[in-house]
């Protein structure tokens, strides 16, 4: 027990450990905001402008620095910025005809001097396509060799042991990152756009259209403002919305009738009264291009939350209802 007891005593503070290598990095990140120049925006300004004429950006690298490429392809490619993962290696035994004219390059090298680099950055250089580099060394054969480098800080890798990478891929990622987000800021690509291209899961939910949940037609439950409520009524429990909606002479949805409603207004005359005395005037409604979070978001208002709403058009006519089931249904609340 004792020597068990001196073991455990010996072990390394895996907190302290873990809480170094996150300053060294975040110092690093900070180095390498403060280092952004014109040669930023020169790169961002080449890749926006391939992308712009229907080019792609092919983005490569080798060993940690590829795991990297793969994750800022995927980034760029669900915002907007087509883009692939081309493998250096592979690219030199028939890989490289997957790059054609009017694609732009972005390679990625710590060192700047990864061999198997040398034969894609030939291919741009003979067929004229910009060469983007991240590398971490101000002079190297690729830093030389591109239309523009970007040059990542000199900070030290957190591992103490070895160079293995760390700090290094840390700054390719987040360079990686501001490059996408300013590709996808100058292309306008907006959240609403998000939706394309993650159709599935949570997000994908959330980023649906009110107009692909809602109900319309036939399940609508609309009575005129002159109809008895006892006829109102009729149509508020066959479409089990808990709700029912009052037009006007014009078709437009003057209000709604709710359980709320019908509790504040029984009587022994409830039943013959018009729809019109009963409803709450001026309901909340929502238009079907809105999103769907944002549908959610309105639902549970604190100061009044509800659980169904009147989708309405820009004429006012009522085209659809969304209830809260169908946001749950569709898995975004």
């Not at 290696?89 to 972005?106: K, N, R, T, Y």
């Not at 009738?257 to 013959?272: E, N, Y």
């Amino acid at each position: 027990m004792n020597a068990l007891n001196d073991t455990n005593h010996n072990q390394p503070d895996d907190l302290a450990v873990a809480r170094n290598v996150l300053r060294i990095e975040a110092e690093a990140l900070q180095s390498l905001s403060a280092s952004l120049n014109g040669a930023f925006v020169e790169a961002v300004g080449l890749l926006a402008e391939a992308s712009a004429a229907g080019g792609r950006i092919v983005i490569s690298g080798m060993g940690k620095s590829g795991h990297i490429a793969r994750k800022i392809a995927a980034t760029m490619a669900s915002t907007g910025t087509p883009a692939l993962f081309v493998h250096p290696a592979e690219a030199s035994h028939g890989d490289l005809g997957m790059i054609v004219q009017g694609d732009a390059v972005l390679a990625i090298s710590n060192s700047g001097e990864t061999a198997e680099l040398a034969d894609l950055v030939a291919h741009t250089r003979r067929f004229g396509l910009k060469l983007v580099a991240i590398v971490g060394r101000e002079i190297s054969t690729l830093g030389d060799a591109a239309d523009v480098a970007l040059i990542l800080p000199n900070a030290p890798e957190a591992s103490p042991v070895g160079p293995a990478p760390t700090t290094s891929t840390t700054m390719q990622l987040a360079l990686g990152d501001a490059i996408a987000v300013a590709l996808l800021t100058r292309h306008g690509f907006e959240s609403a756009d998000f939706r394309m291209f993650h159709p599935g899961g949570k997000l994908g939910a959330k980023l649906r259209r009110v107009r692909e949940l809602m109900h319309s037609g036939e399940e609508l439950p609309l009575v005129d403002e002159k109809v008895s409520m006892r006829d109102a009524l009729l149509t508020m429990t066959a479409r089990r919305f808990g709700c029912v909606g009052v037009t006007d002479a014009a078709g437009t949805l003057a209000g709604v009738v709710t359980d709320g409603d019908l509790r504040r207004a029984m009587g022994p005359d409830l039943l013959d009264r018009h729809a019109a005395d009963v409803m709450t005037h001026s309901p909340r409604t929502i238009a079907p291009e809105t999103l769907a979070a944002e549908a959610l978001r309105i639902m549970n208002a604190p100061e009044r939350p509800v659980t169904a709403l009147f989708v309405v058009g820009a004429d006012g006519l009522p085209v659809g209802i969304l209830h809260i089931h169908d946001l749950l249904r569709a898995g975004v609340a």
